[in-house]
Antibody, heavy 119, light 108 residues
Framework: QVQVLQSGAEVRKPGASVKVSCKAS????????ISWVRQAPGQGLEWMGW????????NYTEKFRGRLTMTTDTSTTTAYMELRGLTSDDTAVYYC????????????WGQGTLVTLSS | EIVLTQSPATLSLSPGERATLSCRAS??????LAWYQQKPGQAPRLLIY???NRAPGIPARFSGSGSGTDFALTISSLEPEDFAVYYC??????????FGQGTKVEIK
């Protein structure tokens, strides 16, 4: 069965970076990509970007370009999302989800990783 | 960027009633619209993709319809576990994928 398991909660100071991992299993990792979506407290869903597990290609939303990096490690079937230059607005739950890419929906989601900014 | 507008923001209904949620896109997304359910403290769950296809394991009381710019999610008879927030998402034109702001279905 398809499973997507994320790393645990993180606390960071403003200006720092955070790297969240997303371990996939139960399917051929390189046939899909991974999208990252975040949700600020009490707010809706915000798509951040996508990375192909086949070739590492990425699509980022303009808002995060320059401080966001998404990668995959096919040897461990794990995807990573690194966000730099954190501010209080980045306090959110970060989700990864399996996503084939163009014309595809997000069919299996991780449990979420809470990232909290605190000075 | 395609903007999705969901209505109503909140739907107050009783178990057993029919729920109809709307999602309107700022430009055509063809049939590439998905619906997700999110309960408090949980990740979203895919219900419907490509406007009208139920994801595996989703009960038949959930149905989706529409094409172009106007879409609907219908829950034919609400069960207690269906009270949640529902989001639509377009998956035709990226980046970015975009989500609606959500509709909360609450117990009346």
């Amino acid at each position: 069965q398809v499973q997507v398991l994320q790393s645990g909660a993180e606390v960071r100071k403003p200006g720092a970076s955070v790297k969240v991992s997303c371990k996939a299993s139960g399917y051929t990792f390189t046939n899909y990509g991974i999208s990252w979506v975040r949700q600020a407290p009490g707010q809706g869903l915000e798509w951040m970007g996508w990375v192909s597990a086949h070739n590492g290609n990425t699509n980022y939303t303009e808002k995060f370009r320059g401080r966001l990096t998404m990668t995959t490690d096919t040897s461990t079937t794990t995807a990573y999302m690194e966000l730099r230059g954190l501010t209080s607005d980045d306090t959110a739950v970060y989700y990864c989800a399996r996503d084939e890419g163009s014309y595809s929906s997000l069919d299996f989601w991780g449990q979420g990783t809470l990232v909290t900014l605190s000075s | 960027e395609i903007v999705l507008t969901q209505s109503p923001a909140t739907l107050s209904l009783s178990p057993g009633e029919r729920a109809t949620l709307s999602c309107r896109a700022s430009q055509s997304v063809s049939v590439y619209l998905a619906w997700y359910q999110q309960k408090p403290g949980q990740a979203p769950r895919l219900l419907i993709y490509d406007s009208s296809n139920r994801a595996p394991g989703i009960p038949a009381r959930f149905s989706g319809s529409g094409s172009g710019t106007d879409f609907a999610l219908t829950i034919s008879s609400l069960e207690p576990e269906d009270f949640a927030v529902y989001y639509c998402q377009q998956h035709t034109n990226w980046p970015p994928w975009t989500f609606g702001q959500g509709t909360k279905v609450e117990i009346k």
